[in-house]
């Protein structure tokens, strides 16, 4: 029967199975002692819930059935009770535990709806599979006012290398709480008492290994990889990267306040904001463009029904000193002008950053930087607030556009779609030339979404070729800009060897005087300045600071302090 549960569920059940340990339960043992049975260190994490609901017959929710047997208990305590799982394997035998008549679901917390309020939601070792910023707002607009969020789970303790299995950090849990006008009713560390099932985990498996392979079909890699995990899980508990805790929270009374992530169906309230921060209209296409894939995220801030707050980053893959890794662009950040008074860490900007920074980045997180182009006045903000740290700026510099003759030996033709492979030749080229350097990748796919896709800006997206052997030596892309009444084309990005930028750099100044604009011009990082230097130039400030996330501890601002190979190209806005 078990051997239909999810890995690594079906070997956990197949193991208590063979070591004739009732299989009642599928979490940990909270143990009392190195020797306790398991079945008995289960039952003493049921006990620790149990211990702070409030008096039957209350209204209880718990997020993932297990085998069914708290929901029994508690429906035998005279509680009246509803849960869910998305595992089918769990639903059925859960209900084949429970008998018909129950209201358990075969589906996901996040698409669970009730029109009843509850007086406590129940979540043992299931808030680790679901992202916070859907399961605290979930849980708190399905909460009576006092009701209790009960979560006793595996947490993270220290910063997680890339790779890592992702669990939630107490910290945050507490912070996003307290956001969610949530107080921590009661908290215990139970690491050293939970630890012990990872041990008796791997003697048993150890001792049940061919007993196991010849009950579950196929599953040798399953148990390799298990055996694998267990270990780690050890060396993690030992090291306290890892650890367990019991967290109630209590929901207080207070503003209607709601933090979810952006859907379409909030297009219209995210454009009224955006209008107002920004003073400019956004277009669903542009919008769409930004956000609906999978590689952004948008979380919103609600207060008493209305969007007021806004936090957005873009996904962009990169290469960490010749390592390719993903790193996220932060952008459209927006609060409400009537909400702006309060730009301090209650406020929303810092609640929605500090929230959006401990979801995404840094070490444990799904990436491994984050990166954005703030303007002085919100960059001192935001460093004032203890969210960032400066580890480069951007500058501008200014080419004039005189009369200039053609190449003799190179030639400019647009980019076309039959261009991929070059694009992608010379990226490897260019990626190779800029290991010491963290640079977005510039392949033919991010070249076709960021320049030839773009719903409202045409780009002049260019080649320059050798004109007798046609060879490519370089692409770039330019943006026509009108300072001061002058046209003037702004060389927001490139792919080439770095050899070849003082050819991009001449060529563009051709294409520049031949179509009448007076200049060409740049923003580039710092750091990278000493690359242009072919031709001079006037340079100014455009009061743009790279900042770098300090929610995380790691990768550390001296990490990549100047470090940073950025353009406009780069941002979501030019």
Partial sequence: MY?????????????????NVPVKYLHFGIFQSADEDV?????????????????????????????GTLQKILRKKGYQVQGMTPDKAQYDIALNHIGEQVDIYHLRFEDFTSDTLFDAIISQESSQYIDIVELLPKVNA????????????????????????????????????????????FEEDLSLSAQYTMEYLQTKLEKYRDSILSLIDNNEAQLQALEKVTQHYIESYRNQSYGYRLMVFTKKAGAQKHIQYIKPIHFPEFQSLFQCCFEQHISSSLWQWKYQQNTAHSIGYWQNGQLIGHYGGFVRNICYFGQEQQAIQVGDTMVAHKARSNFTKNGIFHQLARIFQHNFIGFGAPYLLGFGFPNARVF????????????????????????????????IRPL????????????????????????????WQRIQYRYLQHPEISYEV?????????????????????????????LIDFV?????????????????????????????????????MAYPFIETDPQITIPHSICSEKPTVSDVKNKWWLMAGDSDFM
């Fill in 3 to 19: 051997q239909t549960l999810s890995f690594p569920l079906n070997i956990y059940a197949t193991l208590l199975q063979l070591d």
């Fill in 39 to 67: 079945y008995t260190a289960q039952q003493h994490s049921t006990e620790k819930v149990l211990a702070h609901l409030p008096d039957s017959p209350a209204n209880i929710l718990e997020i993932g059935l297990g085998l």
């Fill in 142 to 185: 399905l909460l009576k006012i006092g009701g209790r969020f009960i979560l006793i789970d595996e947490v993270s303790l220290q910063p997680q290398q890339a790779g890592a299995i992702p669990l939630h950090n107490p910290a945050h849990l507490r912070y996003f709480a307290q956001c969610m006008n949530f107080k921590v009713h």
């Fill in 380 to 411: 001192v903000l935001a460093e004032k607030l203890g969210l960032y740290k400066e580890v480069g700026r951007m500058t501008r510099l200014l080419w004039s556009a005189k009369a200039m003759k053609p190449h003799l030996f190179y030639k």
């Fill in 416 to 443: 076309t779609n039959d261009d991929q492979a070059v694009v992608d030749t010379l990226w490897q080229k260019m990626r190779k030339n800029s290991e010491g350097f963290i640079i977005g990748i510039r392949n």
């Fill in 462 to 490: 260019l080649k320059i070729c050798h004109r007798i052997s046609n060879k490519p030596l370089a692409v770039f892309i330019l943006k026509k800009e009108i300072i001061g009444e002058k046209p003037h084309y702004h």
């Fill in 496 to 532: 080439c060897p770095l050899k070849e930028i003082p050819l991009v750099l001449r060529m563009a100044k051709y294409f520049s005087w031949k179509h009448n604009h007076s200049a060409l011009f740049t923003l580039i990082t710092e750091n990278i300045r000493y690359l242009f």
